[in-house]
């Protein structure tokens, strides 16, 4: 059975960081692509980033350009989020997604946790 546990949410002030983890277990991690996507409350899911299976290749939505970095330690199956300069418009619950191909479709979705980001 394939859990993607993501860790470190919470609340911070404007201008912030926060470092979110995502725990992936029950699937090869190096064989899979991961991502980042965020849900504002009553919009769309929408995609953040995305990293390939061998760190090589990264991609971010504009907005967070230049202030988000996504990792991975393919030893400790875990991918990271590190967030910094966060505003308030960043406040969603951030979910962590497995996939076969960096452009590929979500196979696999976490439950998420809560960022939220007070002015």
């Known amino acids: 059975q394939v859990q993607l546990v993501e860790s470190g949410g919470g609340l911070v002030q404007t201008g912030g960081s926060l470092r979110l983890s995502c725990a992936a277990s029950g699937l090869t991690f190096r064989d899979f692509a991961m991502s980042w996507f965020r849900q504002a409350p009553g919009k769309e899911r929408e995609f953040v980033t995305a990293?390939?299976?061998?760190?090589?290749?990264?991609s971010y939505t504009d907005s967070v350009k230049g202030r988000f970095t996504i990792s991975r330690d393919n030893a400790k199956n875990t991918v990271y989020l590190q967030m910094n300069s966060l505003k308030p418009e960043d406040t969603a619950v951030y979910i962590c997604?497995?996939?076969?191909?960096?452009?590929?479709?979500?196979?696999?979705w976490g439950q998420g946790t809560q960022v939220t980001v007070s002015s």
């Open positions: 997604a497995a996939s076969v191909s960096i452009k590929g479709p979500v196979n696999y």
């Open positions: 990293i390939s299976w061998t760190g090589g290749t990264t």
